[in-house]
């Protein structure tokens, strides 16, 4: 080196240190080069999947709850397509800078007026929709079972955290006709009285999963892939006849009135097999409307009450 012939810099700096200073760093610079192409021509693999891991998510894919039928396949209970609409919590900081522009960091949390026009959508006080989001970690639900529209309107206001799940909900097309047979479902999808009750393993379906990327605001992006199908459940046949349940429920409805009554039940059976072809209550219920699933009209009084034998035995 010509640093060794500079008297000053030759007392101060040996050429033979100097020279192990220069081998030292290109002998750094060189490891650093061959570990950053090892990174990513060679073993690049793990590092793309843990890049890919902050970006990747597993949502689960709803089955639909199988059908309840008359003897006649008249359709007593089935499944329609909502949506549930999600609040993820804001993202961490470290987690924001892995995943975002810098710049967008600390933008992740919803304006009071955005919660407000979310909440006027979904029906809601903005108090309540503010409380419902996660503020460290998971998700909540805002609102379940919400019509499409609403939830395609929610979608494109494109909100931080916010996105729809797909679900079903319950639909009865006879209403309180046959409500204390085919009874009804909770939020979930569970059965909580009648049919719905006694049968739900049959009726029940298997969800399935996918796998989806998300962007820096945690909204889904991409379809992945499908890891599980979902398989719908199993449809139940009753020995109901429809017909005759309507005019059971007519004919009970007008007697109570006429007597007036508290209360009533009327039960229609093949006398050959048996088979209960009839069977209503009165007071009912509407079971569409959720308001309503509470309190005495739920008794299903032709089951659960004591009454004297009589002429049946006959």
């Known amino acids: 080196m010509k640093l060794a012939h500079n008297p000053l810099l030759a007392e101060l700096l040996p050429a033979w240190r100097a020279r192990a200073m220069l081998i030292v760093m290109m002998a750094l610079f060189g490891g650093l080069f061959v570990r950053a192409f090892w990174l990513q021509a060679i073993d690049n693999e793990f590092y793309q999947r843990k890049g890919e891991e902050r970006f990747s998510k597993v949502l689960p894919t709803p089955a639909s709850r199988g059908r309840v039928l008359d003897r006649n396949e008249q359709v007593l209970a089935m499944?329609?397509?909502?949506?549930?609409?999600?609040?993820?919590?804001?993202?961490?900081?470290?987690?924001?800078?892995?995943?975002?522009?810098?710049?967008?960091?600390?933008?992740?949390?919803?304006?009071?007026?955005?919660?407000?026009?979310?909440?006027?959508?979904?029906?809601?006080?903005?108090?309540?929709?503010?409380?419902?989001?996660?503020?460290?970690?998971?998700?909540?639900?805002?609102?379940?079972?919400?019509?499409?529209?609403?939830?395609?309107?929610?979608?494109?206001?494109?909100?931080?955290?916010?996105?729809?799940?797909?679900?079903?909900?319950?639909?009865?097309?006879?209403?309180?006709?046959?409500?204390?047979?085919?009874?009804?479902?909770?939020?979930?999808?569970?059965?909580?009285?009648?049919?719905?009750?006694?049968?739900?393993?049959p009726l029940t379906g298997q969800e399935g999963s996918r796998r989806v990327i998300t962007d820096a605001r945690r909204n889904v992006v991409e379809d992945v892939e499908t890891l599980k199908l979902p398989r719908d459940g199993g449809d139940v046949r009753l020995a109901i006849d429809t017909r005759l349940q309507f005019l059971a429920h007519s004919r009970l409805k007008q007697a109570v009135a006429e007597h007036k009554a508290r209360a009533g039940s009327a039960v229609v059976l093949d006398s050959r097999t048996g088979e209960v072809l009839a069977l209503a209550n009165w007071p009912t219920y509407n079971p569409n409307n959720r308001a309503q699933l509470s309190g005495p009209p739920l008794r299903n009084r032709a089951l659960t009450d004591t009454y004297e034998p009589g002429s049946t035995i006959k």
Do not use: C
Not at 130 to 151: M, S, T
């Open 79 to 201: 499944s329609t397509q909502v949506s549930a609409i999600v609040a993820e919590a804001r993202p961490s900081r470290t987690e924001a800078k892995a995943r975002a522009n810098p710049r967008d960091i600390g933008a992740e949390r919803l304006s009071a007026a955005q919660i407000r026009q979310l909440a006027d959508l979904l029906d809601m006080d903005h108090r309540e929709v503010a409380r419902k989001i996660p503020e460290q970690r998971g998700r909540g639900y805002l609102k379940r079972q919400v019509a499409p529209d609403v939830a395609e309107r929610i979608l494109a206001m494109k909100l931080p955290g916010i996105r729809a799940e797909p679900e079903y909900r319950r639909y009865y097309p006879h209403g309180e006709v046959s409500a204390h047979v085919v009874g009804f479902t909770g939020m979930d999808d569970k059965g909580l009285e009648g049919i719905e009750l006694a049968m739900n393993r």
